[in-house]
């Protein structure tokens, strides 16, 4: 693994992290907030805590849904993008989701895989426990994970991606407990190179997680239409608990 246990921070504050995921699908991420909303009997004005909200795409859905939003992220640059979108009932602010959270809400979601980053299980231990703390008596959680079998069993170990002027050169492995991403490319006259190490949690992992903490899993869906999970087919595992 990259000795770089902080390549979040540096990667994902770059123009270019944004210019390479430029290509999100809007209308899938409104889709699984709807969906989400639904299932969860969520009422206007109820309190969500969006973590690791990036710009804020499933944050502004969100209140438009009718809900209070709170937005989180530590990347500094995606939340100045993210403010332009503010409202009364809607804010960002920069934060680690390995320290703990002023306010309980009624339901926190951790969407598109923003987890598992961490090399050390502990700080995956605390963000699950800092959730646990700021959930209301009633709140839920929702992490939505790629389904770790079905990713590493179609790993295109090396492609080239084509943003405009630049192409990113991405090469992929499984290296132990982690899926290792390594982006080469030349932007403005210079060379650079970011990685991306996401940990290979299954949902054993998670429940093993889930009963060190005692927190409750509720339902497991594979996908965002909340179809029900399968390890050899489903794209995603979303895991509702409290």
Known sequence: M?????W????????????LYNNRNHKEAQLFMSNLASFLKLKPG???????CGKGRHSIYLNKLGFTVIGM???ENSIDVAK???TNSLDFIVHDMRQSFEDKYDAIFNLFTSF?????DTDDLKVLQNIKAALKPNGVAVIDYLNIHKAIAELIPEEIEKRGPINFHIKRQVDGNFINKEIRFN??????FFSEHVKCLDLNTFKTYFKALDLQLVAIFGDYNLNPFDEINSE????IFK
């Open 2 to 6: 990259n000795s770089n246990q902080n």
């Open 8 to 19: 979040f921070k540096y990667w994902f504050n770059t123009p270019y992290y944004h210019l």
């Open 46 to 52: 109820d309190f969500i805590l969006d973590l690791a």
């Open 73 to 75: 992220d530590l990347s």
């Open 84 to 86: 332009k979108s503010r």
């Open 116 to 120: 598992g980053y961490f090399k050390d």
């Open 187 to 192: 932007a403005d006259h210079n060379d650079f």
């Open 236 to 239: 995603r595992l979303i895991l």
